[in-house]
Nanobody, 125 residues
Framework: VQLVESGGGSVQAGGSLRLSCAAS????????MGWFRQAPGKDRGGVAA???????RYADSVKGRFTISRDNAKNTLYLQMNSLKPEDTAMYYC????????????????????WGQGTQVTVSS
C-alpha cells in the first residue's frame, strides 16, 4: 500500500490550497480515509476524515474552512483548504484504516494503519 500526498506549498493568510492523496494497492472506497497534520513541536492531530459509508468528521479548528472528499474512480483523497490561517502551518499527512466506528477512531493517529510521507503547508500572515 502506498499513499502519496501532493499540493502543499506556501500561501498568505486567507488563501487556499488543495491537497491530494493518491492511493495504490488500496481501494479508498473501502477504507476510512483521513488527513492529519503535525506542526513542529506538537503532536500529530486529526484534521478531517471520511468513512467507508461517506460519513465525514472535521476537527473543530477547520470546520467551515476545509472540505474532505474522494474520487473513488481515481482512488484519490482530497482536502480543499480555504481561508487559511498561520496556525494551519504544518506537515499534512494522508492516512487510511478500516472502518471508523467511534469519534476517537477518526482522530486518534495511533489507530491508523497506512500513512503517506506528508506534504508541507506554510501559511504566512
Amino acid at each position: 500500500v502506498q499513499l502519496v500526498e501532493s499540493g502543499g506549498g506556501s500561501v498568505q493568510a486567507g488563501g487556499s490550497l488543495r491537497l491530494s492523496c493518491a492511493a495504490s494497492k488500496l481501494n479508498t472506497r473501502n477504507y476510512c480515509m483521513g488527513w492529519f497534520r503535525q506542526a513542529p513541536g506538537k503532536d500529530r492531530g486529526g484534521v478531517a476524515a471520511i468513512n467507508d459509508d461517506d460519513s465525514i468528521r472535521y476537527a473543530d479548528s477547520v470546520k467551515g474552512r476545509f472540505t474532505i472528499s474522494r474520487d473513488n474512480a481515481k482512488n484519490t483523497l482530497y482536502l480543499q483548504m480555504n481561508s487559511l490561517k498561520p496556525e494551519d502551518t504544518a506537515m499534512y499527512y494522508c492516512a487510511a484504516r478500516g472502518r471508523c466506528w467511534t469519534y476517537a477512531d477518526y482522530f486518534a493517529p495511533s489507530d491508523w494503519t497506512y500513512w503517506g510521507q506528508g506534504t508541507q503547508v506554510t501559511v504566512s500572515s
